[in-house]
């Protein structure tokens, strides 16, 4: 991708039209994975011409900034309201960690593989976001459990939320394929198995 994928909207219309296009994207993503998705259907839904989309994006990929930004603002919402709970004790925090993230990651399968394989593909994509920083994300995610149970290091539950996050994200999105497939559990199942591992190792 280029420095500049997309042209910035300066007139409101432009905007509007940057707004249906993302959310035909997003509808798109519901049934189908990205690199299935073309421009025409993406108008199509977005009810604008494909000469349109071509004056405002270089290309598919190029509204790849565009919904790493709308995600960063669901993703500090689910945060903020896994702040918003009161949690009983150490238990409680990583039950609910697990079983929110899962169903968090299962509610926007497509847009998790989207941004999870692209910003593999384009680094640059990471440093697109200027409003939410993703490691800030982690570590309020981390000081809920440390907030909870202060015996525990801020090391030991940033390591609890990765393998929270990481393994949950390898059984949603590619339960099929390895290591996934190394855990024959479904990934709710994992889920729910998952707090005695966390726990265990937060002692």
């Known amino acids: 991708m280029s420095d500049q994928p997309f042209l910035a909207p300066k007139q409101q219309r432009s905007q509007q039209t940057q707004e249906k296009l993302l959310k035909a994207l997003h509808h ?49 919402n689910w945060v903020t309201e896994l702040e918003t709970q009161d949690y009983k004790n150490l238990n409680d925090v990583v039950n609910t960690l697990c079983h929110k993230t899962f169903v968090f990651l299962s509610s926007q399968q497509g847009i998790f593989r989207t941004l999870h394989l692209n910003s593999r593909l384009h680094s640059e994509l990471l440093g697109t976001d200027k409003h939410i920083n993703r490691r ?68």
Do not use: W
């Not at 189908?32 to 071509?54: C, P, R, W």
């Not at 994006?57 to 960063?72: I, T, V």
């Not at 290091?153 to 059984?171: M, P």
């Open 28 to 76: 798109s993503l519901k049934s189908k994975f990205f690199e299935h998705i073309s421009i025409k259907e993406l108008a199509d839904y977005a009810d604008v011409s494909v000469g349109t989309f071509y004056r405002r994006f270089k290309n598919k990929e190029s509204l790849l900034p565009m919904l790493y930004q709308d995600f960063g603002i669901d993703l500090n």
């Open 136 to 203: 800030v994300i982690y570590q309020r995610l981390a000081q809920l459990i440390t907030q909870t149970d202060t015996k525990v290091s801020e090391v030991a539950a940033g390591t609890a939320v990765f393998l929270i996050v990481s393994s949950l994200l390898d059984k949603v999105l590619y339960h099929d394929l390895t290591p996934a497939i190394a855990c024959p559990l479904s990934a709710a199942q994992y889920a729910q198995e998952l707090p005695k591992i966390v726990l265990a190792y937060l002692g």
